[in-house]
């Protein structure tokens, strides 16, 4: 076998994530002959590094990856070769820059604990009935730390590179995968207890495929949790009426924004059984008395909430 020199390592380790992340390669598909002893490897949880076959394993217990841009498990990498930051399309690099992942890498674990924890409550999940969990789009991964505390056995993604180096710092030890959940899922069926997808699928252009395919790889009695902003907000009739720009228009990566009635279609469609559906992520008002640990909230009322809760079953 030959041994590259470093210089050209580094070099085709450069070519290799310009062509198969950024072009977002599509699940390998495994046929007879040749790739059959390619998928065995893969399966197993073998990796390894295309441009010097230095050999690398996914953590004991994660599932084994199944596209080439898997590959690139964070902090999985040759020695020759650090990750410094993604290589995307200008478009992209352009929408989703540092500024657009602010909020989250700013948002604080008591944020994210009561953000997280009410969707857990509201999906009926806990790590004990529902160990192995897949954040897609984790973005900065806000959520991996209280996920972690609660016991979880985490695997989490996202599209963009730059996030996944921020969600590094917050969970080091949680495999962090980069590829578009807009060409599948790259997991053997029955892979995960729980998906969740916070703000995620109003990114996507074929947000059908991705409910299917979450569908695909959740086990029997699995769930995913699913959170979108709602086009029935009694705030964007108001925002029309007053001259304002409704919150869901403002973020121009927001190319499939859903209603109740869509959605829940959408998820029977990909085959859930069974979708708890609620409006009003947020209340409508609140107020709050640390000291006593007071809390008092009004809600929106049906289905004209300030986004979309939905917890769907397999």
Same mark, same amino acid.
């Given at each position: 076998?030959?041994?590259?020199?470093? $210089?050209?390592?580094?070099?085709?380790?450069?070519?290799?994530?310009?062509?198969?992340?950024?072009? &977002? *390669? $599509?699940?390998?598909?495994?046929? &007879?002959?040749?790739?059959?002893?390619?998928?065995?490897?893969?399966?197993?949880?073998?990796?390894? =590094?295309?441009?010097?076959?230095?050999?690398?394993?996914?953590?004991?217990?994660?599932?084994?990856?199944?596209?080439?841009? @898997?590959?690139?498990?964070?902090? #999985?990498?040759?020695?020759?070769? @650090?990750?410094?930051?993604?290589?995307?399309?200008?478009?992209?690099?352009?929408? +989703?820059?540092?500024?657009?992942?602010?909020?989250?890498?700013?948002?604080?674990?008591?944020?994210?604990?009561?953000?997280?924890?009410?969707?857990?409550?509201?999906?009926?999940?806990?790590?004990? /009935?529902?160990?192995?969990?897949? !954040?897609?789009?984790?973005?900065?991964?806000?959520?991996?730390?209280?996920? &972690? /505390?609660?016991?979880?056995?985490?695997?989490?993604? !996202?599209?963009?590179?730059?996030?996944?180096?921020?969600?590094?710092?917050?969970?080091?030890?949680?495999?962090?995968?980069?590829?578009?959940?807009? &060409?599948? %899922?790259?997991?053997?069926?029955?892979?995960?207890?729980?998906?969740?997808?916070?703000?995620?699928?109003?990114?996507?252009?074929?947000?059908?495929?991705? %409910?299917?395919?979450?569908?695909?790889?959740?086990?029997?009695?699995?769930?995913?949790?699913?959170?979108?902003?709602?086009?029935?907000?009694?705030?964007?009739?108001?925002? =029309? #009426?007053?001259?304002?720009?409704? *919150?869901?228009?403002?973020?121009?990566?927001?190319?499939?924004?859903?209603?109740?009635?869509? %959605?829940?279609? %959408?998820?029977?469609?990909?085959?859930?059984?069974?979708?708890?559906?609620?409006?009003?992520?947020?209340?409508?008002? @609140?107020? *709050?008395?640390?000291?006593?640990?007071?809390?008092?909230?009004?809600? +929106?009322?049906?289905?004209?909430?300030?986004?979309?809760?939905?917890?769907?079953?397999?």
């Amino acid at each position: 076998m030959a041994v590259f020199p470093k $210089p050209a390592c580094y070099l085709m380790a450069l070519t290799f994530n310009f062509l198969f992340v950024t072009t &977002q *390669s $599509p699940p390998l598909t495994p046929t &007879q002959g040749g790739e059959k002893k390619q998928k065995k490897r893969i399966y197993r949880g073998t990796q390894r =590094v295309p441009a010097c076959n230095t050999p690398r394993r996914a953590p004991r217990g994660y599932p084994a990856p199944t596209t080439p841009a @898997s590959f690139l498990y964070i902090g #999985l990498v040759c020695s020759y070769f @650090s990750f410094k930051k993604g290589f995307m399309p200008p478009t992209e690099m352009q929408l +989703y820059d540092e500024k657009y992942f602010a909020a989250q890498i700013s948002k604080s674990d008591r944020k994210a604990a009561w953000q997280y924890g009410r969707l857990l409550r509201y999906g009926r999940v806990a790590a004990t /009935s529902h160990p192995r969990l897949l !954040d897609a789009g984790c973005g900065a991964g806000p959520a991996l730390p209280f996920l &972690q /505390s609660e016991g979880f056995r985490l695997t989490a993604s !996202d599209f963009i590179f730059f996030p996944l180096l921020e969600a590094r710092k917050r969970a080091p030890e949680v495999p962090l995968l980069n590829f578009d959940l807009g &060409q599948g %899922l790259p997991f053997q069926p029955a892979t995960f207890d729980v998906i969740l997808a916070s703000e995620v699928i109003e990114h996507l252009t074929d947000p059908a495929l991705f %409910l299917a395919e979450s569908y695909r790889v959740l086990a029997p009695g699995g769930v995913l949790l699913l959170t979108t902003p709602n086009l029935w907000d009694i705030r964007r009739g108001w925002a =029309v #009426l007053t001259g304002g720009q409704w *919150s869901g228009y403002r973020d121009p990566t927001h190319i499939n924004l859903m209603d109740p009635r869509r %959605l829940k279609r %959408l998820l029977l469609e990909a085959g859930f059984n069974s979708i708890r559906l609620k409006t009003g992520i947020k209340p409508a008002f @609140s107020r *709050s008395i640390r000291r006593f640990g007071w809390r008092f909230e009004v809600s +929106y009322p049906p289905l004209i909430g300030n986004g979309i809760m939905v917890a769907a079953y397999k």
